[in-house]
Every structure is written in C-alpha cells, then in structure tokens.
C-alpha cells in the first residue's frame, strides 16, 4: 500500500514538472497548425541595408511576417505588432517583417507615418514572398528554435491581446524546458 501511495505521488509530480509540449499549447482563434517541415532559408536586406538570414534565427522562436503598405490590414495590425515586440523583447523570440515588393522610401514612409519603430526587410522583387507564398496580406508564420514551421495566420491579429501574448509565452515554454 506504502509503495503505490510512493507510485502515484511520484507519477502526479512527473506529470506537472514535465516539460509543456507545443501540441499541448491552446491555440487562439486565427493561428492554424502548419507543421510544413523546414523554414525555406532566404537572405534579404533591412531598410538600414544590413543583411539578414533566417538560418541565423535558429534557437529562437520566430514570427515571420509578410506585410504592404497598401495593404490596410497591415495598416491596421502593425501598433499591436509594435506592442508585441515590447512586450517579448527579452524572451528568445525574433520578429521578422518583410516588406513585399515595395522600395526603401515607401516603406520607411510608411512605418514612419503610423509611428512605429519596427524594423523591416525588403523583398524588393518578391522572390522570397513568392517561395512563402502567403495566402494574402498579411501572413505571419510561426517558426520554431529548430527551424520547423509550426503556425501561421492569414489577415491581422490583435497579436498584443492577452490570449495570442500567452500562446506565445506557452510557446517559449515548451522548447526553453529540458525534455526528459
């Protein structure tokens, strides 16, 4: 009797220190599942001409983000993803904007005129955009530490409300924990 009572005690705290794995996590309302395997590598240049590649992102969740300045969703979306990147600034989590198709002067007008300091990449000639293919603007991906595609979300999100900033945090969890 001794020895199941130890058994059961010892299974129940398993159960609750065990690492919180990403199916486990709930996912909110606009976010699907989109386990498509290996993130496609690309090197684009930031509005600063700086370079950047998505392989070097490894170990760290990231969001991928695809977004126009015609686009009025993106328009829309962007304070709540400015609010997103505050609020994640220390976890390992990277947002990644890219810019479809446009120059440098349109899009630093226009993340200027709704006044956020997200910085973008530039898919000047929409060749990285269309080995992604979004399925319209904006798009964001959710890449895993490995470099897995795991989620995405077509049309603008309130990504700063509580419900996606928790799906999130859950997110960071379930990769930052040994697996046993």
């Given at each position: 009797?001794?020895?199941?009572?130890?058994?059961?005690?010892?299974?129940?705290?398993?159960?609750?220190?065990?690492a919180i794995n990403a199916s486990?996590?709930?996912?909110?309302?606009?976010?699907?599942?989109?386990?498509?395997?290996?993130?496609?590598?690309?090197?684009?240049?930031?509005?600063?001409?700086?370079?950047?590649?998505?392989?070097?992102?490894?170990?760290?969740?990231?969001?991928?983000h695809f977004w126009a300045s015609?686009?009025?969703?993106?328009?829309?979306?962007?304070?709540?993803?400015?609010?997103?990147?505050?609020?994640?600034?220390?976890?390992?989590?990277?947002?990644?904007?890219?810019?479809?198709?446009?120059?440098?002067?349109?899009?630093?007008?226009?993340?200027?005129?709704?006044?956020?300091?997200?910085?973008?990449?530039?898919?000047?000639?929409?060749?990285?955009?269309?080995?992604?293919?979004?399925?319209?603007?904006?798009?964001?991906?959710?890449?895993?530490?490995?470099?897995?595609?795991?989620?995405?979300?077509?049309?603008?999100?309130?990504?700063?409300?509580?419900?996606?900033?928790?799906?999130?945090?859950?997110?960071?969890?379930?990769?930052?924990?040994?697996?046993?």
């Open positions: 009797m001794k020895n199941t009572f130890k058994l059961i005690i010892a299974a129940l705290c398993l159960s609750v220190s065990g486990d996590v709930k996912v909110p309302f606009g976010i699907r599942n989109y386990d498509i395997g290996s993130a496609q590598n690309f090197t684009l240049n930031d509005i600063d001409g700086e370079k950047f590649e998505l392989n070097n992102s490894k170990g760290h969740w990231v969001f991928l015609w686009c009025g969703p993106c328009r829309e979306e962007m304070p709540a993803i400015q609010a997103l990147s505050e609020e994640m600034k220390d976890e390992k989590f990277q947002i990644v904007m890219i810019n479809t198709a446009e120059d440098e002067d349109t899009i630093f007008e226009f993340l200027a005129a709704i006044n956020v300091e997200l910085n973008s990449l530039m898919d000047v000639d929409g060749l990285v955009t269309e080995v992604w293919k979004p399925r319209g603007l904006p798009t964001s991906f959710l890449i895993d530490p490995k470099g897995k595609v795991k989620y995405q979300a077509i049309g603008g999100r309130e990504w700063n409300k509580p419900e996606y900033i928790k799906f999130l945090k859950k997110l960071l969890l379930s990769t930052d924990r040994p697996k046993k």
